[in-house]
């Protein structure tokens, strides 16, 4: 069986594990706990870009194509920067608590999953890069889904380990279990460059380049983040759990298409502008623009269909009450999905100005819109931030990759 099929299977496992965890936690959970689940969720995801300073969006043009003999030294080099960066960002993060974004009781949790949450994702983009995508695959299964189903069963079985306690403690095993196969893997792949110097002078240039990235992966992330903490600030504790629910729904499409064809077409991508091949590069870029809308009309017809059923199954009245905001949410991660296309073209071209103003340029959008239609829509104001915020992002992205783009790499090659 192909690679490509297998990989897309265990996506699709991964996929399945995260509905069947969002929903039962749904049911099992009051959605209090769901709303500060949610809320630590995000604070790790944010805090991932500082101590990784996105620094793979430099190794991962480094490695695409590159010298496997030099792989070792990237690796060991990023770590390098990263632990310098834990050194000094981990004493910051104490702002969380005590700011009370996070309460203290779930400060242990917060560093431990972070650090794990982290390295398990470098391995990740790590493996994609090396046309690894299997390996990749298999971590994520590791980190994101098998666990999630344990913790299930066992919550069902028992109820006394229906807590976050309990959910945190099975992440953190299923994140150990992830990082063990990586580092056996990584070493059956006989990687070169791992008796060398760290390159501070390497590190300095993917510095340069990744620190600019960072800004627009903040602006972005931004978005995704503060959007959970308007939502508790403006609305409730109890709206986060309608929020963390519906948009974890939604945001499974991203996750699929990021495993079905972004994760596929952006190294072909990246190897095709380099050297030259246009007819290459258009072909790649037909593949996810007709991928994301066919996934997309799919996905929106097979969620609207079933999602009724699941939350009459879930039998708490406040996610029935608030169905309309999946409808929000659903159409901000369809655009979301569309400007990924042009993304990755501007990417793959170098072209990290208009990636960074377009972000920036959502994250403003987001936090004005947000804060000025609350005054008139306060239940729908962060839903509206949030759809203005992608479509600013989608015009900007397209506008830039129709101007910048050489005319023979420019289109999709239809026939």
């Known amino acids: 069986m192909p690679v490509r099929f297998i990989n897309v299977g265990i996506r699709g496992v991964v996929l399945l594990s995260r509905f069947f965890f969002l929903f039962a936690l749904a049911k099992m959970l009051d959605p209090a706990e769901i709303g500060q689940y949610g809320l630590l969720v995000a604070a790790v995801g944010y805090s991932i870009y500082f101590v990784g300073l996105d620094f793979y969006t430099y190794t991962t043009r480094q490695i695409s194509?590159?010298?496997?003999?030099?792989?070792?030294?990237?690796?060991?080099?990023?770590?390098?920067?990263?632990?310098?960066?834990?050194?000094?960002?981990?004493?910051?993060?104490?702002?969380?608590?005590?700011?009370?974004?996070?309460?203290?009781?779930?400060?242990?949790?917060?560093?431990?999953?972070?650090?794990?949450?982290?390295?398990?994702?470098?391995?990740?983009?790590?493996?994609?890069?090396a046309a690894e995508q299997l390996s990749a695959s298999i971590v994520l299964l590791f980190s994101q889904a098998l666990w999630a189903v344990v913790v299930v069963v066992v919550m069902v079985v028992d109820e006394r380990f229906r807590s976050l306690e309990c959910i945190f403690s099975f992440w953190i095993s299923g994140s150990l279990v992830a990082l063990s196969y990586s580092f056996f893997k990584i070493k059956r792949m006989r990687l070169g460059g791992w008796a060398s110097k760290v390159d501070m002078r390497w590190l300095w240039s993917g510095v340069k380049i990744a620190v600019p990235m960072l800004l627009a992966t903040l602006a972005l992330r931004g978005i995704f983040t503060f959007d959970r903490y308007l939502v508790s600030e403006l609305l409730s504790l109890e709206s986060v759990a309608v929020y963390v629910l519906f948009i974890g729904v939604a945001g499974a499409l991203l996750a699929f298409l990021d495993a079905a064809v972004f994760s596929f077409a952006y190294p072909s991508l990246?190897?095709?502008?380099?050297?030259?091949?246009?007819?290459?590069?258009?072909?790649?870029?037909?593949?996810?623009?007709?991928?994301?809308?066919?996934?997309?009309?799919?996905?929106?017809?097979?969620?609207?269909?079933?999602?009724?059923?699941?939350?009459?199954?879930?039998?708490?009245?406040?996610?029935?009450?608030?169905?309309?905001?999946?409808?929000?949410?659903?159409?901000?991660?369809?655009?979301?999905?569309?400007?990924?296309?042009?993304?990755?073209?501007?990417?793959?071209?170098?072209?990290?100005?208009?990636?960074?103003?377009?972000?920036?340029?959502?994250?403003?959008?987001?936090?004005?819109?947000?804060?000025?239609?609350?005054?008139?829509?306060?239940?729908?104001?962060?839903?509206?931030?949030?759809?203005?915020?992608?479509?600013?992002?989608?015009?900007?992205?397209?506008?830039?990759?129709?101007?910048?783009?050489?005319?023979?790499?420019?289109g999709f090659g239809w026939k």
């Open 65 to 129: 194509g590159g010298d496997r003999g030099e792989w070792g030294l990237y690796i060991k080099s990023q770590a390098t920067l990263s632990g310098g960066l834990y050194l000094f960002f981990y004493p910051l993060f104490i702002f969380i608590f005590s700011a009370q974004l996070l309460p203290w009781k779930l400060a242990g949790w917060f560093f431990v999953i972070l650090f794990l949450e982290h390295v398990c994702l470098e391995l990740i983009r790590f493996f994609i890069a």
């Open 270 to 410: 990246i190897e095709a502008f380099r050297k030259q091949q246009a007819v290459s590069f258009k072909q790649n870029m037909r593949v996810m623009l007709v991928s994301v809308v066919i996934f997309s009309t799919i996905f929106i017809f097979i969620s609207l269909w079933m999602l009724p059923y699941l939350l009459m199954w879930i039998g708490k009245e406040v996610y029935l009450e608030t169905y309309y905001v999946f409808y929000w949410v659903l159409g901000a991660v369809v655009v979301n999905a569309l400007w990924m296309v042009f993304h990755y073209a501007l990417y793959s071209q170098k072209l990290d100005r208009y990636i960074v103003l377009s972000h920036l340029a959502g994250f403003v959008i987001f936090l004005l819109s947000s804060c000025v239609f609350y005054l008139i829509y306060p239940q729908r104001s962060i839903l509206i931030g949030l759809c203005l915020s992608q479509a600013v992002i989608l015009v900007w992205k397209l506008l830039a990759y129709a101007r910048n783009t050489p005319k023979a790499f420019l």
